[in-house]
């Protein structure tokens, strides 16, 4: 066994960039060294301008703040296609609506809370009105769209209403980034259309979505994953590229989860190797870490000049 | 500040029965003690007749080898309302068709595998022509179902033409339990259906099924929840309550996801208190532990006639 | 590629035996496949009259209630060497002078709790009191021992004096089985040292115990190891079989911790195999879930008739 | 309930400073808002003049490349005692001889990596005669230190004797700050030790270097506390705290352990506050992410003119 690459132990400098330190970790191992290779690959994959980006949004990651990341990155064309989860689209809308989530504690009385009509994220508090005004915003855009329509139109409907240029709904639609959101059911915004119903006719279905997206899977010259968490929008991104005879060339996977439950969220990228979904020579790599660290350290490493 | 119970350390004795293990646990703290706790809430929610019983199966637990004990379940009539991952009823109608899964090494060589045209699911291998045999069984059910109907609907069709006792979602179709699966479209069964969808028409609403959820919710005088997982399943059904002026009087959640990504799969159960969904004063409690151990324990010891 | 081991699904019968939930387990995948291995490993490990056997223990194990299975175990000649942090031996201390530890919640209010005098370990409370009679046990053993001893002396020597055949050390004292214990001045015996040699000379050597260690491994015939929580126990163990020509041929790890942080703790048994502490064809088997749980399992199941 | 810190989301701007990131994340919440936090405190701490500042060191943080942080964290007086595990130490030795680790890799054959002598830990690599050459740095070192003598003061012996500016130990040595490492006889160094004492006489006390320790922690005016993944290092430094009337007035953990398993390592940092170890009004955050990541970013945050 051939031994080539020596540890190089980083050293923290005055006023360090962000790509400075990104820098310093290369010669790094465990998580600095998996965060090293995720800014190369992210790098990489964002100069490749035959590359169609995905983006894959799962956690509470608009309460938790990373909000103006995600819809600078669209902006920026760092993503061409995301899938979220439901949450981080009724949050992005609350957002938009110039009301706030406020930092909390994740010690608090939940039953106190309750009696104070806060629900709480974690760390997050979000009060309980928010969604009175929620449901005032969101009723008359359902009884302004079409009754047949896809999720993705129905999400696209919603991001022409906002009036806020650091919305991602708002953002997609503005860069004509479809927004794919598998479980949309399984959030405010469906408990929206669900009471919506009651009363006038809305028919989305549950399949029509896939078309377009395996479309953009079939026609891609090379593809990009940025998976933030796992959950629905991890499979629904990497299982639309198994019908195709490609597969993704580059994959970086920021988590928390790990491989050892047999979940899909915490699985390897290697595993996904094994069912086609990533190529074998594709460059791959997850981070062990909370996201919220690791996600906005990447894009900043990759928006310096260097 | 009084100080009650004493930990008394566990036993172990000769011959020992799940259920004498979990009493031995009654006097223990950490994962043994959350572990009898879940016990006594599972026997109690299952011997209260009023009580609608919810459960969430997210995580590859069929895959796992956890299908029987989740079929038993359904036709113990230990499981009213059943919400799912989409991958977990795919392996089940694999399963049904008397295919088999696998014990594999979650140390694999991914690329030999690919090779080898066999899936990996961590420790447990899937041959790829399982799923040539999947779209041959799917196809034909898609011709003789309805142009337009919901998810659950979906879903019982498929478990009437399933030939096996074992199948989940045959007990689910034989006992009349209504299986909900709100991402359907992010599993192989998607897949088909958005094959089938090519040359033929299939209406599936998104929104349709949550009408009969919520009502079992309004509708139920005492409702009790086990959640395997996280992910949408435990959303899905959390959030029925929330529209409700009811809450969850029971819940046991088996998880190895942790509270400090702010993810809601690894969210406690009191961070649900706060939102109204799990009520003020009802009995909950998290096993932070692997489920393919604990969701049997406690269904062995609930299965004892102590 | 040949696929040999269909996945069994398990099957949960009325008054199942502990055993015969690990037999059920035998076909499965994730933590239960791994947790039957544990199981099948141990008894291998048990029966072999030449196997000598090591177990270490780390994590607040006594505590959460594990402590009788500890001293059973040691009874049952199931452990010949014990390798233990310093609170787990503490906590054995006070336990056996009557005083007991006492079941609370994770989510105590702790400002609280030190204004009420009551320690907490995660979900277990300990009056502060506790301290003051373990002080006025202590310091007539230190002056009853010689000046000069090792660490496993010293604790043979405390173990003697223990009225309480639950208790860890006195099973030990009474079996003859050494408790090597590295980092014990890293406990409240370690304190209690302290205040003794402010007026007392006292010389425990650090090195001493290792000759005594390193010789066990030189003439077992075979080893084996189960190691609970990582730690300094799971090191000391591993390394003191380094420096022999030998290796283990038994290893079971029960442990919540993972590999991704690189700390030892969570790091897989295959990796203590490119050291040469774990033999290259030994049976070996890590178990990701609470060992609170697993223990107890392991050892009812090994201790049936079957 | 009032609310009154709204989340801001984190906006990333053209080579960004690590420090303005950091302040980026101040309207943040989850990992983002919790590593904002250790900055403002580790900014407090290390320009209180009157704070003893303790560092606790576990995981295999040499090996993976952060040497040189802790030894410039020591000549830049951000460390007044540092408590390590042997491993850290030992590998601080074996690269001040010259000697490297090396990038590898977690999935590695193991039993080849045996074969080839190479020893693993997680995806870096050392080679196994590393060690034969540490035997020759070691053994006259012992040869020339007194028969009696106290951990501490055999680590500063060994730190005057190596010739390498970014040595932990050297720095630790130049600087007078005190090495404790209680557990040492658990490293490659107590290996040493146990060969040397085979010939020669050699006595180091378990309990000597307590009082050292604990009179710091009596003499300190104030005092701070940054623990690197918990350990014996995290609880040696606490329980020194506990003995005297003071308790910690900032503290800083950087962990992925978990409180649910009830372990130390994992353990909360209020659970301290109910020992009093730390201060009911100490500012405190435990950042639960990988250390290699946010031990640099909070070292280079508070490196910085603002």
Redesign the interface.
């Known amino acids: ?1 051939e ?17 400075e ?1 990104a820098e ?2 290369s ?7 998996r ?1 090293f290779e995720a800014v190369e690959i992210y790098r990489e994959m964002i100069n490749d301008c035959e590359c169609t980006k995905f983006f894959g949004l ?3 990651m608009v ?7 995600v819809s ?1 990155m669209i902006r920026d064309r760092q993503i061409d296609i995301l899938v979220s989860t439901g ?1 981080n689209l009724v949050h992005d809308i609350i ?1 938009s609506m110039g009301l ?5 504690t ?3 009385d ?5 009696h ?1 009509a ?8 979000l ?1 309980e009105h928010h969604f009175t005004d929620f449901e005032e915003k969101m009723q008359p855009i359902f009884k302004e769209i079409p009754d047949k329509l896809s ?1 993705t139109q129905l999400l696209s409907h919603i991001g022409a209403k906002l009036d806020d240029d ?1 919305s991602i709904l708002k953002c997609a639609y503005d860069m004509g980034v479809p927004v794919y959101c ?7 915004i ?2 929206q ?2 009471l919506y ?2 009363t006038k006719p ?6 029509d ?3 377009g997206l ?1 479309d953009r899977c079939y026609e891609a010259k090379r593809a990009g994953v940025v998976i933030v ?1 796992g ?2 929008p991890k ?2 991104i990497l ?1 639309s590229m ?2 195709t005879p490609k597969s993704f060339d580059y994959a970086i996977q920021l988590t ?10 915490g ?1 390897t990228l ?7 979904k990533i190529g ?1 020579n594709a460059r791959a790599v997850t ?8 996600l ?2 990447i ?2 490493a990759a ?3 260097e």
Chains 1, 2, 3, 4 share one sequence.
């Open positions: 066994m031994l080539k690459r020596p540890i190089r132990h980083a050293k923290i400098t005055n006023d360090m960039t962000v790509s330190l310093a970790f010669g790094c191992a465990f998580g600095a060294g965060l799962a956690g509470a309460p938790a703040g990373m909000r103006q990341i600078d949450a957002e706030h989530h406020y930092k909390g994740d010690t608090a939940d039953v106190q809370l309750k104070d806060v629900n709480r994220i974690y760390d997050v508090y009060p999720i650091n598998p479980a949309i059911q399984d959030s405010i469906g408990l259309a669900w119903k009651q809305l028919n989305v279905d549950v399949f979505d896939m078309r395996i968490g959950g629905v499979n629904f299982q198994l019908v928390m989860d790990r491989p050892e439950t047999g979940g899909l969220s699985a290697d595993e996904a190797r094994s069912w086609g074998e981070v062990y870490s909370d996201a919220t660290i690791t906005p350290i894009v900043a928006k310096s000049r």
